[in-house]
């Protein structure tokens, strides 16, 4: 099975992919929604997490981006399916984690993309060799040309060969190739070339000498008293003194 041996850093990431209803029936289960009824999930995007109000203490906002569904027990899955399908033309911001029971997690997505309207987007990540996570988390959500649309969304626990879907290596190498891009993008276009040399700023010649002038023609500061016997004398008394 050709899955990602690296898990919680490479995803398979499945855009606009179709195929006919029932083809990955006999080996995946819709997973249940935790908190929800039923497998799918109908969301309408709220405004980000505020964790405090000012001028009103003990409030906060809370949005509504995760969704967790569950992993029945008792069973082991190659591969889990996310499909988040939205409601108009969209950009959205998803995550995908699988939780296990030592508290860890693995994160497959984290990306922001543009959709259009019924346009399905699927992720798929893999689980952990002898591990059964008992939950997944998608996150969908955004700001800009986010606020207030809908998505629903549906997560299945598959097995069998991840191949036998139609049209998984043609969007397996779509995906590897837009990876590379986004990692070339980051480099600087210059990156071969070496850094130039500091140079210090020109000093004016003029400016010098005027500084140096008025250093030389200051007056010397008054001279200070010297303490005797608890009587304070300048040195100009004390050098007529002697």
């Given at each position: 099975?050709l899955l990602?041996k690296?898990?919680?850093l490479?995803a398979?990431?499945?855009a606009?992919?179709?195929?006919?209803?029932g083809?990955i029936?006999?080996?995946?289960?819709?997973?249940?929604?935790?908190?929800?009824?039923?497998?799918?999930?109908?969301?309408?995007?709220?405004?980000?997490s505020v964790p405090f109000?000012?001028?009103v203490p003990f409030?906060?906002?809370?949005n509504?981006?995760?969704?967790d569904f569950s992993?029945?027990?008792?069973?082991?899955f190659d591969?889990y399916?996310?499909?988040i399908?939205?409601e108009?033309?969209v950009?959205?911001g998803?995550?995908?984690?699988?939780?296990?029971s030592?508290r860890t997690n693995?994160k497959?997505l984290?990306?922001t993309?543009?959709?259009r309207?019924?346009?399905?987007y699927?992720?798929?990540?893999?689980?952990r060799p002898e591990?059964a996570?008992?939950?997944?988390n998608v996150?969908?959500?955004g700001?800009?040309?986010a606020?207030?649309?809908y998505?629903t969304?549906?997560?299945?626990a598959?097995?069998?060969?991840l191949?036998?879907?139609?049209?998984?290596?043609?969007?397996?190498q779509?995906?590897?190739?837009?990876?590379?891009?986004a990692?070339?993008?980051?480099?600087?276009?210059?990156?071969?070339?070496p850094a130039p040399?500091f140079?210090p700023e020109?000093?004016?010649?003029d400016v010098t000498?005027?500084?140096?002038?008025?250093?030389?023609?200051r007056?010397?500061?008054?001279s200070s008293?010297?303490v005797?016997?608890g009587?304070?004398?300048r040195?100009s008394?004390?050098?007529r003194?002697?």
């Amino acid at each position: 099975m050709l899955l990602p041996k690296k898990l919680g850093l490479v995803a398979i990431t499945i855009a606009t992919l179709t195929w006919a209803e029932g083809a990955i029936a006999e080996t995946c289960i819709p997973l249940k929604v935790i908190g929800g009824q039923g497998t799918l999930q109908r969301k309408e995007v709220s405004v980000p997490s505020v964790p405090f109000i000012p001028f009103v203490p003990f409030v906060s906002i809370n949005n509504n981006w995760n969704t967790d569904f569950s992993v029945p027990g008792g069973r082991v899955f190659d591969y889990y399916i996310a499909t988040i399908t939205p409601e108009g033309n969209v950009t959205y911001g998803m995550e995908m984690h699988l939780k296990y029971s030592n508290r860890t997690n693995d994160k497959f997505l984290d990306h922001t993309i543009d959709l259009r309207e019924g346009e399905q987007y699927k992720i798929v990540a893999s689980s952990r060799p002898e591990n059964a996570p008992y939950e997944v988390n998608v996150l969908v959500g955004g700001v800009d040309n986010a606020l207030g649309t809908y998505y629903t969304l549906l997560v299945e626990a598959c097995n069998g060969e991840l191949d036998n879907i139609p049209g998984i290596n043609d969007v397996r190498q779509h995906q590897e190739f837009k990876w590379e891009q986004a990692e070339q993008s980051i480099a600087p276009a210059n990156a071969s070339e070496p850094a130039p040399e500091f140079e210090p700023e020109p000093v004016d010649q003029d400016v010098t000498e005027i500084e140096i002038r008025r250093e030389r023609d200051r007056p010397a500061p008054p001279s200070s008293p010297t303490v005797r016997d608890g009587n304070v004398q300048r040195d100009s008394d004390v050098r007529r003194a002697n």
